[in-house]
Each structure stands twice: as C-alpha cells, then as structure tokens.
T-cell receptor
Framework: EPEVTQTPSHQVTQMGQEVILRCVPI?????FYWYRQILGQKVEFLVS????????KSEIFDDQFSVERPDGSNFTLKIRSTKLEDSAMYFC?????????FGQGTRLTVV | QKEVEQNSGPLSVPEGAIASLNCTYS??????FFWYRQYSGKSPELIMF????GDKEDGRFTAQLNKASQYVSLLIRDSQPSDSATYLC?????????????FGTGTRLTIIP
C-alpha cells in the first residue's frame, strides 16, 4: 500500500537553529500539506501546497516557515530559526481524489 | 472561526459493546467529514469519511452525518481492546485543491477487557 514517508522521525535542535523536515508523498497525489500537533493538543493545519505553490497558510505559518518541492518527489518544511514553542510533531499529508493520508510524523524537540 | 468540537473523554466502553463518538461543527458550509484514529505518539490514521446525510457503514464502523444539526458521529460495534485510541473528527471546508482539514481535539476511547 502506498504511504507517505517522513524523515527524520525525531530531530533535536537548539533554539535559533534551522531545521528541514522532509516528506515523500504518495507518487500520484497532487496536493500536499503540513500539519503540526503540540503535545496534548489538537492537530493544526500549517500550509497547503499545490502546483508548486502555496495554496493556503495558517496564522501559525509565519515568515520563519517555508515549504518547497525541490525535486518533484520530496516535499520539505523549513523552519529558519527555531523557537522552544516549535516543539511538536509535524505531519506531512497528501490527497489524491478524496481523503488525506498522513506520514508517520517528525517529532521536533527544540532545546 | 470554523470550529470542530468533540468531547475529550476519556470514554470507557466494555469489550464487545458499542462505542459512540460524537462531533459537532460550526459552519454549515462544510463539505466532507472524516474520522481518524490516533494512537499515542503516532500519526492520524483514516477510519472513514462521509459526505452525505445518513449512515455509512464499513465493517464494525458506522459514520452518521446530520447536516441540519451539524453533527457527525462514529459508532464502533463489537469494541476490541485494540480500538483503544484517540478518535479525531475532521472537517473540510476548503475548495477543491485546498482541502485542509480542521480537527477537533479528539476523544480518548478506552476499551475495557
């Protein structure tokens, strides 16, 4: 069964450092998303990406965040200067016709 | 502000009984409704989705949608200990190509052997 693959599974970084979270979506899916879930809280939408550009972004997705699809397969989320409050699980998702499929997530810990 | 509300639980159900999970949403313009299961520390896993009013059955799971009441529910028949998880209700309001999910806080379900 096709799946969404995320790397790394866990990343620890120092405050102020840049991190890049990577995702390989399902190959024939066209719409890509990043969500995050702070421990004990709800899953929150960050950004949607279609046709090589951002479709929509939430208020969480400020100038410190960026997304790109550098090579037609990978889909990345970059956080330029991490803050303690960026610590969360980050989920990549993609959709084909209907439902969204989620990757296994990257646990980001900012220390 | 589009909101999705769920009772956070915990909801405890004896093994073999029916578990009933409820969700309400704030905006009548919603398009699609999804139920995800999330085990602790894991990603959301799709159980089923529903678009039309009424019931939709898939194995032991039945989703029910009532758009007039802005209410969607999930029934789990013959509950098993492996069903113990947090169940997330999610609603799509976006237009085609931008179908972002808005999640509720989730209901923690515990099946008691």
């Amino acid at each position: 069964e096709p799946e969404v693959t995320q790397t790394p599974s866990h990343q620890v970084t120092q405050m102020g450092q840049e991190v890049i979270l990577r995702c390989v979506p399902i190959s024939n899916h066209l719409y890509f998303y990043w969500y995050r879930q702070i421990l004990g809280q709800k899953v929150e939408f960050l950004v949607s990406f279609y046709n090589n550009e951002i479709s929509e972004k939430s208020e969480i997705f400020d100038d410190q965040f960026s997304v790109e699809r550098p090579d037609g397969s990978n889909f990345t989320l970059k956080i330029r200067s991490t803050k303690l409050e960026d610590s969360a699980m980050y989920f990549c998702a993609c959709t084909g016709d209907t439902e969204a499929f989620f990757g296994q997530g990257t646990r980001l810990t900012v220390v | 502000q589009k909101e999705v509300e769920q009772n956070s639980g915990p909801l405890s159900v004896p093994e073999g009984a029916i578990a009933s999970l409820n969700c309400t949403y704030s905006d009548r313009g919603s398009q699609s409704f999804f139920w995800y299961r999330q085990y602790s520390g894991k990603s959301p896993e799709l159980i089923m989705f529903i678009y039309s009013n009424g019931d939709k059955e898939d194995g032991r799971f039945t989703a029910q949608l009532n758009k007039a009441s802005q209410y969607v529910s999930l029934l789990i028949r013959d509950s098993q200990p492996s069903d113990s998880a947090t169940y997330l209700c999610a609603v799509v309001w976006g237009y085609f190509g931008n179908e972002k999910l808005t999640f509720g806080t989730g209901t923690r379900l515990t099946i008691i052997p």
